[in-house]
């Protein structure tokens, strides 16, 4: 067997703090690193048990089990596919596992590692991280740690660059509270010589993505947020799991159409005034019936749906047929509702909605289950020349958002005054006062509050 290793791999190999994290460059040699290590790891300590994971099977297939195969040596390695399960003739178990789901951690409630691996980290979320570190124990002596790797980004980026990279020097170790250490060691691509060597080309091919990804992905800098515009954004204040909306809370649907994609989410209010973006439906290229019929299709044929909020630019006339795209959809059975598009008291609405409060709540929050709101809203970025704007690209992620600032706008923001009269909000009490009026007393009623809406 020869194997060499690259110096930042040397380092992580032989880190033996508590929490070591690889982090940086796509193609630093991190899951490399990760595989050469268990393998030394498992010689090292017989009988020692390992467990390294991904997000999802899918990934961990095509990744660490494919180039563990052919990494580890036939002679003392035997790989149980449907078991997932790794041994060595020594008696050394690596365990190849994956967690989908924030609750997919479960499955290892009665476990014991010496060993946890994650690779791309910052797919997990903080309570996944937290969670497996307590399966980390036994009583042989072996060291104990969790060893990650990773690239910035994805949904865990806020809380791994809070855990590893902003507590202090890369490469110096950290100690918490509780005496356990602590090491972030960085990755470049550059320090990856064999793949330097191997594909020259590859650092070209990063170059070409945009702006973000290539400081992301080719320099490994965890600042890719800087321009973020909704830097509140916190996946452990903002997501839920979800839950069974109670039948009589006020649900709406709110949609951004173009031929390039369609987003439509759904939202429900709480009677305390909480909402609760509970599905979401993200599909490109769709003709407006096709659109209108998938919208119909993920709604229950029980829900009630108060009002599906649209752009206004939905409801003007093409020139061709001289019908509005409003008038198509509803033609096909969705009906719209005209919310508004004024973009930057829109994202205003948005983030009053994402404001925590003294308790550290926030009025909106997200289902787990609408995976691309929730990994679209942290990544847009401020617009340089107009500051309470985000930029309009990459385009892609620009949908769900919009969908989302379409129904803050027409929520959160009395519409235009019509006949001196403002719509707006009511409460439960306003309600109460309004049910037990007379007719009077109800129209002054609606004077006095705004007309609800
Ligand atoms: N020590 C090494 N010896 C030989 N090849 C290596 C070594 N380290 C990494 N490589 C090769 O370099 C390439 C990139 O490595 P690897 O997949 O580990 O990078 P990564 O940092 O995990 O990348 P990503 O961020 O894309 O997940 C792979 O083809 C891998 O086999
Ligand atoms: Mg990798």
Redo the contacts with the bound molecule.
Sequence with gaps: MD????NK?YLFITSEHNETL?G?????????????DALLYALKYPKSKQLILRRTFSELEK?LIR?SLSLYPREIYTYNASKHTGRFKNGSIVDFGYCANENDVYQYQSAEYDVIRF??LTHFTEFQYLYLISRIRGANGYPKMIKS???PGGVGHSWVKARFVDVGEAGTPYTDADGRSRIFIP?RVDD?T??MK??PDYKKRLLSLPKNQVKA?LYGDWNIFEGQYFSEFDYSVHTVSPFEIPSHWRRYRTVDYGLDRLACLWVAISPLGEMYVYRELCVSNLMISEAAERIIAKTGVNEQIYATLAPPDLFSRSQESGKSKALLFEENGVRFTKSSNNREAGWLCVKELLKRDANGESRLKIFRTCTELIKCLPMLETDPLKPSDTKNEPHEITHAPDALRGFAIFYTRPSEPKNGRVKRQWSEDMWQDYYSADSKGREYLIKKYGEPI
């Design positions: 194997i060499s290793v690259s791999q690889f940086g460059a796509a193609g630093g040699g991190k899951s490399y690193g990760q595989l050469v990744s180039v690779d791309e790797s990773t690239n990755s990856n064999f793949l191997s594909d992905l």
